[in-house]
């Protein structure tokens, strides 16, 4: 496929994706189509094991979804819709859609807003469940579903700038954030942050953000994209069904119960032991340190961490 919007970087097992969509490189549609593409293109492609995304204007990473898209998809629903309404028309589409000539006469309805709203969904869902890393490498400005996306993302690097700011600014609209920002923010910061941040609309600094825990490492603008790729090529070692089991655990344990979390944990357990990288791995480690041979814990981890044990990129 041919992308408009998406301009694509190979470095080994890394793809680099800067999102392209000026003048002020904002989501809407036809680029959330795009990453479901590119997002399905790369689960069936063994050679990349990370995904690094990006914005390819100057400190713009995606400035927010496009609000003009957003009010034409409302006009077509000329009345208010009460909760109840909206709970009822919402379950109706999450599986109408899904049948492609559905799809297309919902898309030309006044449901459209909504199947839009389910897609993105769907794109940030996938590539939480991906056997693939995905890093938001956040260049500049990362307001609501800019931001959504970044936290779609399994690491965040932001560049640490004056003019680098993220946030869900969409309540001092009137409106919510609707890319799973009031869930994902939530699940990082913790309840009573996510909420002030969202009713207060302030935007986050690179300093504050990564105090909060909302991304994982700032650098210097110019050193973003080396810092972002060194973050990326360490993780393309990983073996993609530890990827995948890990963020089945984590992301499938938030908010269940105990038990639900701990049979996550153990299915990811037997699926990773019995994989062929968990054989090798195991096997590596074991002959480099046998059990009963008495080792310096500093050489294990060092082997761990920089030698061929860790190196299971292939399923």
Not at 38 to 51: C, F, G, N, P
Not at 104 to 118: E, H, N, Q, V
Not at 284 to 292: K, M, N, T, V
Request: hydrophobic share 45%; with cysteine.
């Amino acid at each position: 496929m041919a992308y408009r919007t998406l301009r694509l970087e190979h470095h080994d097992r890394v793809l680099l994706v800067r999102l392209d969509n000026p003048p002020r490189n904002l989501l809407n549609t036809s680029v959330i189509d795009e990453l479901t593409h590119l997002v399905r293109a790369v689960e069936a492609d063994d050679a990349v094991r990370v995904v690094v995304i990006t914005g390819e204007p100057h400190e713009v990473f995606t400035a927010h979804f496009d609000v003009e898209e957003i009010q034409d998809l409302s006009r077509r629903l000329p009345f208010f819709v009460p909760p109840h309404l909206a709970t009822f028309v919402w379950t109706v589409l999450a599986g109408a859609d899904r049948v492609p000539a559905v799809d297309a006469l919902i898309r030309r309805s006044p449901a459209a807003g909504a199947s839009a709203l389910l897609r993105m969904h769907r794109l940030f869902t996938a590539m939480g469940r991906s056997a693939t890393v995905f890093v938001a490498a956040l260049n500049g400005t990362a307001l609501g579903g800019g931001l959504e996306l970044a936290l779609a993302c399994d690491l965040r690097v932001m560049a640490a700038s004056e003019t680098t700011h993220i946030g869900l600014p969409e309540g001092l609209i009137g409106i919510l954030p609707g890319g799973g920002g009031t869930q994902r923010l939530t699940r990082l910061v913790g309840p009573g942050r996510a909420l002030h941040l969202m009713l207060d609309g302030s935007p986050l600094s690179a300093q504050q953000a990564l105090d909060l825990g909302v991304v994982h490492a700032v650098a210097a603008p110019e050193q973003l994209i080396a810092t972002a790729l060194a973050i990326a090529q360490r993780m393309s070692r990983r073996s993609p069904w530890t990827v995948q089991m890990l963020k089945r655990s984590v992301y499938g344990g938030i908010g269940r119960p105990l038990r639900t979390g701990l049979l996550l944990e153990n299915v990811g357990l037997v699926v990773t032991t019995t994989s062929r990288q968990g054989r090798v791995g195991m096997r590596a480690l074991l002959e480099r340190f046998p059990s009963q041979r008495p080792t310096p814990i500093r050489d294990v981890l060092e082997a761990l961490s920089g030698s061929a044990t860790s190196d299971l990129g292939g399923r």
